[in-house]
């Protein structure tokens, strides 16, 4: 699916957002004189990095609206939601993509589908969003999983980025050769999100409705798809560190940042890591390969906006997503917190050396929403059980066809599922 494109906003913008302003435009904003009533939109947000820039494009835009921001983690989201559905929704909820799904079957958010807008997120973004045909959130930054590797170790060895797992396989035989360990890994803690990820991506690469069919008993995790997404999972393992079991992330960053491995399969919240160790490290990012030969980078989608279907202010809302889809404006938001955007068009400009691979990705339109996958085969009852099961096989605690047949046992978690399921 190939990504939109939208021109740059450039250095004129302010210029022409004032000259708006001044001939009374929407988008420009109200200011003395306009007759606008001054009105305050409620906002629940999970993290507080970017407030400050939102308050300050509204102010300048909008100088009637005055945002009333109301900050939470994201893991107290529920409790909020379920005291709001009481007593009254904030007018717009700042979470995860996910929550189109889990609060969508309750009529809590608006339909987006038809605004202008939406048409400038990126395509592949709209299906996690998408509830009985309607587009409930406007997502809008992303975390990118895939394979990290070492520029240097690449160049070195005349490594080309690999494009199937035979390719993988073919790496690896030279880096041992030359005494260089091919993976970096960190299988002491919990192995769920690469479980899910190296498996997940290999089952939507043949179908992506898998996990639905797979409640339906039409897939089988005894299938050559999910046997493999295992199978790699061990394979890293097997040409890692001899005491994979006992590091954790941050000696796995750092073993990675400094030559210890040539490659590490892991989620983009290791950039800042990478970075703070070594703000000189090179590193690229590539996709997993999977069963198909799509190598589709994985994103989760992290900053999504929504809503509420009863607020009094929804054109005054619709004013100001239109206006956070401004690449500059986008820009400056995920700069601040340090992800990728889902605007199209824009430019983020912090310290991120995969960025340019991430671009060609999401230019070619290769990406794959991760809730595609979550929601059908969810972390919870699903992954995390599966993961504990591959990590008895890996100790020799149970065998592969065992932990297979466990997995095939939890098809009733499975599926597409309104919340009331």
């Known amino acids: 699916m190939k990504a939109k494109k939208l021109l740059a906003v450039c250095l004129t913008g302010s210029m022409i957002a004032a000259c708006a302003a001044g001939c009374g435009s929407s988008s420009g904003g109200g200011g003395e004189g306009s007759g606008k009533e001054n009105i305050t939109i409620r906002v629940l947000a999970t993290g ?9 494009a509204v102010s300048e835009n909008f100088p009637e609206i005055t945002l009333e921001w109301e900050t939470i983690s994201w893991n107290d989201l529920q409790g909020k939601m379920q005291q709001y559905m009481q007593s009254g929704m904030p007018d717009i909820v700042i979470g995860k993509s996910q929550d189109a799904n889990n609060y969508g079957s309750y009529g809590v958010w608006e339909d987006l589908t038809d605004k202008p807008y939406m048409e400038k997120v990126n395509e592949a973004a709209l ?3 998408t509830v009985d045909d309607k587009v409930l959130g406007m997502s809008y930054t992303a975390l990118y999983g895939g394979i990290f590797y070492n520029k240097e170790i690449f160049d070195e060895y005349d490594l080309e980025i690999p494009q199937s797992w035979d390719d993988i396989e073919e790496i690896v035989n030279i880096l041992e050769s030359n005494g260089v360990t091919p993976f970096a890994t960190h ?9 899910a990820i190296v498996t997940g991506n290999n089952l939507m690469a043949v179908s992506e409705n898998w996990g639905q069919e797979f409640k ?9 798809e999910f046997r493999e997404g295992y199978e790699r999972v061990k394979y890293m393992m097997d040409h890692s560190w001899e005491d994979t079991y006992s590091v954790d992330q941050t000696t796995c960053d750092a073993r990675f940042v400094q030559g210890e491995a040539a490659m590490q399969m892991d989620g983009s919240w290791c950039i800042n890591n990478y970075i703070s160790l070594d703000e000189d490290f090179e590193f690229g990012v590539f996709a997993v390969p999977d069963s198909q030969g799509q190598n589709k980078l994985i994103f989760e989608p992290d900053l999504t906006f929504f809503k509420s279907a009863d607020s009094e202010y929804s054109e005054e809302i619709d004013d100001i997503f239109e206006l956070l889809t401004d690449p500059e404006i986008a820009g400056q938001v995920c700069d601040a917190i340090a992800e990728g955007s889902l605007i199209d068009g824009t430019q983020v400009t912090f310290n991120n050396p995969c960025q340019p691979d991430i671009d060609e990705y999401v230019n070619n339109g290769q990406i794959i929403d991760q809730n595609i996958i979550t929601n ?7 992954w995390d059980e599966c993961s504990s099961d591959l990590s008895e096989w890996l100790h020799g605690n149970m065998t592969l066809d065992e932990a297979l047949d466990a997995a095939d046992g939890r098809r009733d978690v499975c599926g597409f599922k309104t919340i009331e399921e």
Not at 48 to 56: G, H, K, L, P, W
């Open 187 to 195: 299988y002491m803690e919990n192995i769920l999100y690469t479980t």
């Open 376 to 382: 059908q085969l969810p972390a919870s009852g699903f």
């Open 216 to 224: 339906d008993g039409e897939r089988s995790a005894t299938d050559t």
């Open 127 to 129: 299906p996690g969003v």
């Open 48 to 56: 507080t990095d970017y407030s400050d820039i939102i308050d300050e």
